[in-house]
């Protein structure tokens, strides 16, 4: 059949998002139970950092290596594989006896991650138009902004009713289920595929015939790099910090409820959704990418220092307008995908865009467990001086981000160049 005029893609594009969906919504609903992992398997606040980092560090270490195998093999078979991973991980991570199972269990979960997004994405490019393709791109990276929200108040309302292994365990089942009917979805149903999944995949291997010298080009190429340390500090920071430790430090330092402080990255996710429009609209007005993105590396700099001026417990009232405007940054980070499509040639964009996404989770892996290993240093003081010290931490982070928005060169192209993807 004509997949990018047939109806059926509108099942597909539903379909994959919907796994999406959950799926990045347990990227951080373990943040939400730190403090209970810590009582009931007697860990430190270390280990929950390296649970959260192990599994970023799977995400950001296949990213790459997962893109070259897609675009040779096809997306498929690799989004229900990534799916179904997901799932499994979530179902051991709610069953775990102990906190090694439990890092096994993260492992799977960041392994499966690393394999959705650019699956998503060759999919989408499969089944519809190339003018069908920018917007829904947009609707897609919207929907994992609201996967984010759910992991907020309702997951934290589920835990609180329930506690947390049914929740993981429901979603884990929800996820293996989601693989199955993917499988069905985008494989079993779909007849006479055949040549058009064929012509993408030569497409692919000719445009990547000698992988290793591609990357080793970027590796060397200063606009890589720019875009690699701009996501780097404003990525990481916000993903690692609302994954492992926004909530505890909510409850330890604010005194507030496990539920009132998930609403802090809620507040958080709301700034995200409004920065990436905005970050692109604005820099479309001033006709500079770089301008706009060293702006909002100013801001989400400030802000983090912001916690250190206050000796780690702000006003209440700043407290939240610091998270809204840490959640606009990473948001407002999609410029740094309008800055890879700006400045390499079609055929890299994907590699570079997987290159400098990687840059953005690999601080979302340091940042958890270099904070907890600040709180476990601390951990006889009051809870405000541990965090204090441990915001240190995303202070230097972003400091590189704004080295990095430094080093952009700007290109001298129209608005239109701000068109951009979300960063996941």
């Given at each position: 059949?004509?997949?990018?005029?047939?109806?059926?893609?509108?099942?597909?594009?539903?379909?994959?998002?919907?796994?999406?969906?959950?799926?990045?919504?347990?990227?951080?609903?373990?943040?939400?139970?730190?403090?209970?992992?810590?009582?009931?398997?007697?860990?430190?606040?270390?280990?929950?950092?390296?649970?959260?980092?192990?599994?970023?560090?799977?995400?950001?270490?296949?990213?790459?290596?997962?893109?070259?195998?897609?675009?040779?093999?096809?997306?498929?078979?690799?989004?229900?594989?990534?799916?179904?991973?997901?799932?499994?991980?979530?179902?051991?991570?709610?069953?775990?006896?102990?906190e090694?199972?439990?890092?096994?269990?993260?492992?799977?979960?960041?392994?499966?991650?690393?394999?959705?997004?650019?699956?998503?994405?060759?999919?989408?490019?499969?089944?519809?138009?190339?003018?069908?393709?920018?917007?829904?791109?947009?609707?897609?990276?919207?929907?994992?902004?609201?996967?984010?929200?759910?992991?907020?108040?309702?997951?934290?309302?589920?835990?609180?009713?329930?506690?947390?292994?049914?929740?993981?365990?429901?979603?884990?089942?929800?996820?293996?289920?989601?693989?199955?009917?993917?499988?069905?979805?985008?494989?079993?149903?779909?007849?006479?595929?055949?040549?058009?999944?064929?012509k993408?995949?030569?497409?692919?291997?000719?445009?990547?015939?000698?992988?290793?010298?591609?990357?080793?080009?970027?590796?060397?190429?200063?606009?890589?790099?720019?875009?690699?340390?701009?996501?780097?500090?404003?990525?990481?920071?916000?993903?690692?910090?609302i994954?492992?430790?926004?909530?505890?430090?909510g409850?330890?330092?604010?005194?507030?409820?496990?539920?009132?402080?998930?609403?802090?990255?809620?507040?958080?996710?709301?700034?995200?959704?409004?920065?990436?429009?905005?970050?692109?609209?604005?820099?479309?007005?001033?006709?500079?990418?770089?301008?706009?993105?060293?702006?909002?590396?100013?801001?989400?700099?400030?802000?983090?220092?912001?916690?250190?001026?206050?000796?780690?417990?702000?006003?209440?009232?700043?407290?939240?307008?610091?998270?809204?405007?840490?959640?606009?940054?990473?948001?407002?980070?999609?410029?740094?995908?309008?800055?890879?499509?700006?400045?390499?040639?079609?055929?890299?964009v994907?590699?570079?865009s997987?290159?400098?996404?990687?840059?953005?989770?690999?601080?979302?892996?340091?940042?958890p467990?270099?904070f907890?290993?600040?709180?476990?240093?601390?951990?006889?003081?009051?809870?405000?001086?541990?965090?204090?010290?441990?915001?240190?931490?995303?202070?230097?982070?972003?400091?590189?981000?704004?080295?990095?928005?430094?080093?952009?060169?700007?290109?001298?192209?129209?608005?239109?160049?701000?068109e951009?993807?979300?960063?996941?």
């Amino acid at each position: 059949m004509n997949k990018q005029n047939n109806k059926y893609r509108w099942v597909v594009f539903a379909s994959v998002l919907f796994a999406y969906f959950i799926i990045v919504s347990q990227r951080t609903a373990p943040g939400l139970i730190s403090d209970q992992l810590m009582k009931e398997f007697n860990i430190t606040a270390s280990m929950i950092g390296l649970l959260t980092s192990i599994q970023f560090l799977a995400y950001a270490g296949l990213q790459i290596p997962i893109g070259i195998l897609s675009d040779r093999f096809g997306p498929n078979y690799f989004l229900i594989i990534g799916t179904l991973l997901n799932g499994i991980g979530t179902l051991i991570y709610s069953i775990a006896p102990n906190e090694f199972i439990l890092l096994i269990a993260r492992l799977m979960v960041g392994a499966g991650d690393a394999a959705i997004w650019v699956n998503l994405v060759l999919i989408l490019s499969i089944w519809f138009k190339v003018n069908e393709f920018v917007g829904l791109l947009g609707v897609a990276g919207m929907t994992g902004s609201f996967g984010f929200l759910l992991a907020t108040v309702p997951f934290s309302k589920w835990i609180s009713d329930f506690g947390w292994r049914p929740p993981f365990l429901t979603t884990g089942i929800l996820l293996c289920l989601i693989g199955i009917i993917l499988y069905f979805i985008l494989v079993k149903i779909p007849q006479g595929n055949a040549s058009t999944t064929s012509k993408a995949k030569v497409k692919a291997v000719k445009q990547r015939e000698n992988p290793l010298v591609l990357l080793r080009r970027i590796f060397s190429t200063r606009q890589a790099w720019a875009t690699f340390f701009c996501h780097f500090g404003a990525v990481g920071t916000y993903v690692g910090f609302i994954g492992s430790w926004a909530v505890p430090y909510g409850m330890h330092v604010f005194d507030m409820s496990r539920s009132g402080s998930s609403q802090l990255i809620m507040i958080g996710l709301v700034g995200a959704i409004i920065g990436a429009p905005a970050g692109s609209w604005i820099s479309g007005k001033l006709h500079s990418i770089k301008k706009t993105y060293v702006a909002v590396h100013i801001i989400i700099f400030t802000s983090w220092a912001a916690f250190l001026l206050f000796s780690g417990k702000p006003p209440f009232f700043l407290l939240v307008t610091l998270f809204f405007l840490i959640g606009f940054g990473n948001g407002a980070s999609a410029l740094t995908f309008a800055v890879v499509r700006q400045s390499f040639p079609m055929k890299e964009v994907g590699v570079v865009s997987g290159f400098a996404n990687t840059g953005g989770f690999i601080s979302a892996v340091l940042l958890p467990s270099l904070f907890g290993k600040v709180l476990d240093h601390f951990h006889g003081a009051p809870s405000s001086v541990g965090y204090y010290y441990g915001f240190i931490i995303p202070v230097v982070f972003t400091l590189i981000g704004f080295i990095g928005g430094i080093l952009i060169k700007e290109q001298r192209q129209g608005a239109s160049q701000t068109e951009f993807s979300t960063s996941n």
